[in-house]
């Protein structure tokens, strides 16, 4: 990934500056013999909405013999990710496969016992919403209120309780954090394995705790130095920012 500010200069540089970066990419790996795909790889310009420039659809990264244009959305280890990072094709592509499973688990209901429903929704709805999910974090809550209807609907399948029943109870009963929950779980889990562990690496390189020149009462919470961001729409939601608040 390679940030570039606004302007035709700044884009070409960037843009030559990223073809550098992946013929050293290609080299190491032809020293480690293994093969960048061509034909596979595709190439997306985030962009902010408020200043989006037509100067972007022009843009092509060559790669090998290839010249790869940009496009609206990428697809990487079977995350959808546009080029406004607002993860709408994501949810959209979680929601449909997700409630084609509930119609499926509904219509076999009364042939199972609780135990067995919980394993199976676990195994098909649950390991959909938790998939990847931390990228998922500080997306609009309109999206979010649409992952955590699927979440209601299987906690109403397996304790089979009527549409207006009190869903919140039912997820207790479940242990079932909601789906904003689970985000920031997932997050503070990542955070607390690299605090500790040191593993992996690179999100401890990310976490700076504050210097101070005395020690205070805060001291001893190890509270993360928070950065300051640029943007609200890319800043705030990377893990360097989103981390220490939570």
């Not at 290609?26 to 790889?41: A, I, P, S």
């Not at 310009?45 to 990428?74: A, F, M, Q, W």
């Not at 709805?125 to 979010?144: A, F, K, M």
């Amino acid at each position: 990934m390679r940030a570039w500010r606004r302007g035709q200069g700044n884009l070409n540089y960037a843009v030559s500056q990223m073809e550098l970066c992946i013929q050293a990419v290609r080299q190491w790996m032809n020293n480690n013999y293994l093969k960048l795909n061509d034909g596979k790889t595709e190439v997306v310009v985030l962009t902010n909405k408020k200043y989006d420039e037509p100067c972007l659809d022009n843009v092509s990264l060559k790669i090998g013999d290839r010249h790869v244009p940009c496009t609206s959305k990428v697809r990487n280890l079977g995350v959808c990710m546009d080029h406004y990072l607002s993860m709408d094709k994501q949810i959209n592509q979680i929601y449909q496969s997700t409630m084609f499973h509930l119609r499926q688990i509904g219509q076999i209901r009364k042939y199972l016992d609780k135990p067995t429903t919980e394993k199976l929704v676990h195994a098909v709805i649950s390991s959909r919403l938790d998939y990847c999910n931390s990228l998922l974090y500080g997306v609009s809550s309109s999206q979010l209120n649409r992952l955590q209807e699927l979440q209601n609907t299987a906690a109403r399948i397996t304790s089979r309780v009527g549409r207006y029943s009190s869903i919140t109870q039912v997820r207790k009963e479940l242990h079932w954090l909601p789906v904003e929950s689970r985000i920031d779980y997932k997050i503070l889990v990542l955070v607390f394995r690299a605090m500790k562990y040191g593993t992996p690496a690179y999100p401890r390189d990310l976490l700076q705790q504050p210097v101070k020149q005395r020690p205070t009462r805060s001291h001893y919470l190890h509270q993360l130095q928070v950065p300051v961001a640029k943007t609200r729409s890319f800043g705030d939601r990377s893990f360097c920012n989103a981390a220490p608040r939570l």
